[in-house]
C-alpha cells in the first residue's frame, strides 16, 4: 500500500491527530494537530514527507490546535469544510462536501474526500481516505462527529446561539446519510477518545471500522430522528470553563507557540506579588505533597492526571498563572497548559521546597480526612456542606448521604450556592478532583474545607464492609 497513516494520541486531553501521506509522491497532511508541532515534523522528516495540507474537522473546543504552527513551519494550506468560510481571522482553504485533496498530482496518488458531517458544530467535516481514485475508502478521519462507542455532543454550542435540538438533528442526517454510508471495511479514526469531555461514552479504543460502529455504537442503532437527538443531548456532563475560550481561539490569528521558549524562575517575593496582583497559584505536584505543605491561595491540579482540562475548568482563561512544580516539570506544565490556549504563565516558583522552608508563613497545609474520620466526624460537624464533585454518570451510581451534587467543571460557575463561612468537605471518586475542589474553594476565601482521602471509593468500601 502507498498509504502512509499514523495515529498521535494525547492522553492527558484524549485527543487524536494524524499523519498521513503517500508514499510515492511523499506529500502529506496533518489532521486536527495538536499545538507542540515537533512529532509532526520529526515524522516528516524522518519518512521524507513534505506537509501540503493541515486538516480541521471543525473550530475544537477543548483544545488549541496547532493550524497555525505547522503553517509558519511548513508553509501548509489550512483546510476546513465549507461552512468554516469567512470566520477565521487567518488564510484557509474551506471545501464543500465532495472536494477531493490529491496528496501528489496525479490519480493514482492518495486523496482525501470532504464529507460535510455538521452536528457537533456547523462546520464540522469528516475525511474520506482512499489510497488513489479507484480504490475503495480505506478509511475516514470522523473528528468530533462519530467517536468509537458514540457520537460527538451537540449542546456545547448553546452559548452562542446554537441550540442542541437543532444541531441534533443535523447530526442524525450527517451519521446515517454521510458516515453509515462508507463500506463497513472502513476503519474510524477519531478526534478524541475515553474521557474526552466531547461526548459521553467514548470507548478506550482509538480505532475500529463503519461495520463494528453500526453495530455497537448506541446512537447508531435504528431510532427515529426525535428519539436521537433525546438519547445523545441526556446526561452530558458540564462543559468545562474554557471550552469556548479554546472554540474562540482556534479561529483567531493568535500568536504561535514556541516549545523551546525560555521560562521564568521567581522568588517567593516574586510570586507573593504575582498573588497580589490576581494571578493565579497553580500547584502542580501530587495532591499528597501539596497537602503536607503548599503556598496559601495556590489551586492544585497535579501533572499526574488531566492537568490542562482541570485547570481549564478552575482557572478563569486570560489570568495570569504562577506554576509550582516539581523541579524539571515546569515546562511540561507550561507546554500542557499551552495546550488550551493559556499562554500566559508568568513564571515559575524556583525550588518551592526551599522557598517554603525559608517563608513558613506563606505556607499552609490541608485538611484531608480518612473515610473512616469522616464518618465518625460527620454528625458532629455543625452546618456541615458535603459536595459530590463527581460527574452525572458517577453520581447517578450512588453517592454519600446528604451530599450537594456540583460537578467539577461548573464548580467556579456556582459558588454562590455554597456558603464560604460553613465547614465544607468534598468528594470525588478517588481523591485527585477533590483536591483540585477544596483548594479552589479556599483560594476563593472558603474559611474550612477538607477533602476525603480515596473519595467515595474509600466511602462505599467502608460502608460495605
Same mark, same amino acid.
Given at each position: ?9 494525547? /492522553? ?20 486536527? @494537530? ?10 516528516? /522528516? ?13 473550530? !475544537? ?6 493550524? %497555525?504552527? $505547522? ?25 464543500? !462536501? ?23 458544530? @456547523? ?32 449542546? %456545547? &454550542?448553546?452559548?452562542?446561539? !446554537? ?9 442524525? !442526517? ?47 442503532? @435504528? ?11 441526556? #446526561?452530558?456532563?458540564?462543559?468545562? $470553563? ?12 493568535? +500568536? ?6 525560555? $521560562? ?27 497537602? &503536607? #505543605? ?78 473512616? +474520620? ?22 447517578? &451510581?450512588?453517592?454519600?448521604? #446528604? ?47 477538607? +477533602? ?14
Amino acid at each position: 500500500m502507498a498509504l502512509h497513516l499514523s495515529q498521535h494520541y494525547l /492522553e492527558c486531553l484524549s485527543h487524536a491527530s494524524y499523519v498521513v501521506a503517500d508514499t510515492n509522491s511523499r506529500i502529506a497532511a496533518v489532521v486536527d @494537530p495538536q499545538r507542540d508541532i515537533s512529532a509532526y515534523l520529526t515524522e516528516a /522528516e524522518e519518512n521524507g514527507f513534505t506537509i501540503k495540507y493541515v486538516v480541521e474537522t471543525h473550530f !475544537h473546543a477543548d483544545f488549541l490546535s496547532g493550524h %497555525l504552527e $505547522l503553517a509558519e513551519a511548513t508553509g501548509a494550506e489550512i483546510v476546513f469544510g465549507a461552512q468554516a468560510a469567512g470566520r477565521t481571522d487567518f488564510p484557509i482553504t474551506a471545501l464543500a !462536501h465532495g472536494a477531493v485533496l490529491i496528496l501528489g498530482d496525479s490519480e493514482s496518488h492518495a486523496r482525501l474526500e470532504i464529507l460535510e458531517t455538521p452536528g457537533h458544530t @456547523p462546520e464540522s467535516i469528516s475525511v474520506v481516505v482512499r489510497e488513489n481514485a479507484s480504490s475503495i475508502p480505506h478509511a475516514v478521519f470522523t473528528g468530533d462527529t462519530l467517536f468509537i462507542g458514540d457520537v460527538g455532543r451537540p449542546d %456545547l &454550542l448553546a452559548a452562542v446561539g !446554537h441550540t442542541a435540538e437543532d444541531l441534533g438533528r443535523m447530526l442524525y !442526517h450527517s451519521l446515517r446519510e454521510r458516515l453509515l454510508t462508507l463500506p463497513d471495511s472502513t476503519l474510524v479514526y477519531p478526534a478524541h477518545g475515553a474521557g474526552s469531555a466531547c461526548g459521553k461514552n467514548l470507548s478506550t479504543n482509538t480505532v475500529s471500522s463503519i461495520g463494528e460502529q453500526r453495530a455497537t455504537n448506541y446512537a447508531l442503532a @435504528p431510532m427515529s430522528e426525535d428519539q436521537f437527538v433525546a438519547t445523545v443531548t441526556e #446526561g452530558q456532563s458540564t462543559a468545562p $470553563l474554557y471550552f469556548l475560550h479554546a472554540a474562540t481561539t482556534n479561529r483567531k490569528a493568535r +500568536d504561535t507557540f514556541d516549545e523551546e521558549a525560555p $521560562l521564568t524562575g521567581l522568588s517567593m517575593t516574586d510570586v507573593v506579588a504575582a498573588r497580589t496582583s490576581g494571578a493565579a497559584i497553580v500547584d502542580t505536584r501530587d495532591d499528597g505533597d501539596f497537602a &503536607l #505543605g503548599h503556598l496559601r491561595g495556590s489551586i492544585n491540579v497535579g501533572l499526574g492526571g488531566r492537568f490542562a482540562e482541570f485547570t481549564g475548568e478552575v482557572v478563569t482563561a486570560g489570568t495570569p498563572i504562577v506554576i509550582v512544580a516539581e523541579p524539571g516539570k515546569e515546562r511540561e506544565a507550561t507546554t500542557r497548559l499551552a495546550r488550551i490556549g493559556f499562554d500566559n504563565v508568568v513564571g515559575y516558583l524556583d525550588d518551592p521546597v526551599k522557598a517554603f522552608l525559608e517563608n513558613p508563613d506563606e505556607v499552609q497545609i490541608a485538611s484531608r480526612l480518612t473515610a473512616h +474520620d469522616f464518618g465518625a466526624r460527620r454528625d458532629s460537624i455543625e452546618g456541615l456542606q458535603l459536595v459530590d464533585v463527581r460527574n452525572p454518570g458517577e453520581f447517578k &451510581l450512588g453517592t454519600i448521604d #446528604g451530599a450537594r451534587h456540583i460537578e467539577m467543571a461548573g464548580l467556579t460557575r456556582r459558588l454562590d450556592e455554597l456558603d464560604p463561612t460553613r465547614p465544607t468537605v468534598v468528594f470525588c471518586a478517588g481523591g485527585y478532583r477533590s483536591s483540585i475542589a477544596a483548594s479552589t474553594l479556599r483560594a476563593n476565601g472558603f474559611d474550612d474545607v477538607s +477533602d476525603i482521602l480515596g473519595g467515595y471509593n474509600a466511602w462505599s468500601a467502608l460502608v460495605d464492609a
